[in-house]
Structures are given as structure tokens and as C-alpha cells.
């Protein structure tokens, strides 16, 4: 019996995926059977981004202050 490959996905593919999902325009479940993963990958890619996206704009501070 052959095993089946991990696949990986880079940064651009989980990027795209992710801001399809935030947009809202299609459900999670949609999104999933287009780009053929599990619903949950794409949940866990959602909450990283969302998680990380204050680093975007403030360079690490966490306090809120300018």
C-alpha cells in the first residue's frame, strides 16, 4: 500500500483562501470542496490571520497605543 503525500501549502494559497473566507461571499464548506481541504484547515488558517493581524499595523505593540 503507497502512502499518500503530505501536502503543503505556502503562504500565497493560504492567503487567498483566507480572505475568501473573510469576505463571507461563500461558506467555509464551499470553500473547502473548491480548494479541495478540510473545512477545519481553513477555520485554523482563519483564526492564525486574524490572531497575527495586529502585527501587520503595529509592529508587535499590544497595548493599542500609537
Known sequence: MT???RRKFGAEFK?????EALKE???V??????YELHPTQINTWKKEAVA???AVFGGGKEDGSP
Do not use: C, F
Not at 492567503?15 to 480572505?19: E, H, I, N, S
Not at 464548506?29 to 473548491?34: G, H, N, Q
Open 52 to 54: 497575527n493581524l495586529a
Open 29 to 34: 464548506v464551499e470553500l473547502a470542496r473548491k
Open 15 to 19: 492567503a487567498k483562501v483566507v480572505l
Open 3 to 5: 502512502k499518500r503525500r
Open 25 to 27: 461571499r461563500s461558506t
